[in-house]
C-alpha cells in the first residue's frame, strides 16, 4: 500500500507564487509516475503536471511556461512551482503515484489551491 500526504495549498493573489509539496511513503514501486491533478468545482479531474522516475516531464498546455514539476526519487517526493497564478487555477490539487508494473493509481488527500484578490 501506498500514501500520498500533500502540502502547501492556500490563498494565493493573481499572480502570485505557490509550492505544493507530496510525500509518498509505503511500498513504492521504482519505477513509477509521480503527478499532479487538479480538480475546479463542477469540472473532471484533469492532469496538471507528471514525471517519471527517469526524469520524463508533462504539462497541461494551460501550466506550460507557469508551473514546473521536480522530484527527488531517492526521498519518493515529488514538488509543483506554481508561477503566474490564475484564477483558472483555482482547484483542488491532487498528488498521484502510477506504478508501472500494475498500473494501480494512489492518490493523495488534496490540497486546496485559491487564487484570488
Known amino acids: 500500500q501506498v500514501q500520498l500526504v500533500e502540502s502547501g495549498g492556500g490563498l494565493v493573489q493573481p499572480g502570485g507564487s505557490l509550492r505544493l509539496s507530496c510525500a509518498a511513503s509505503?511500498?513504492?514501486?521504482?519505477?513509477?509516475?509521480m503527478g499532479w491533478y487538479r480538480q475546479a468545482p463542477g469540472k473532471q479531474r484533469e492532469l496538471v503536471a507528471s514525471?517519471?522516475?527517469?526524469?520524463?516531464?508533462n504539462y497541461a498546455d494551460s501550466v506550460k511556461g507557469r508551473f514546473t514539476i521536480s522530484r527527488d526519487n531517492a526521498k519518493n517526493t515529488v514538488s509543483l512551482q506554481m508561477n503566474s497564478l490564475k484564477a483558472e487555477d483555482t482547484a483542488v490539487y491532487y498528488c498521484?503515484?502510477?506504478?508501472w508494473g500494475s498500473g494501480k493509481a494512489y492518490w493523495g488527500q488534496g490540497t486546496q489551491v485559491t487564487v484570488s484578490s
Open positions: 509505503g511500498s513504492i514501486f521504482s519505477f513509477n509516475t
Open positions: 514525471m517519471t522516475s527517469g526524469g520524463n516531464t
Open positions: 498521484a503515484l502510477t506504478a
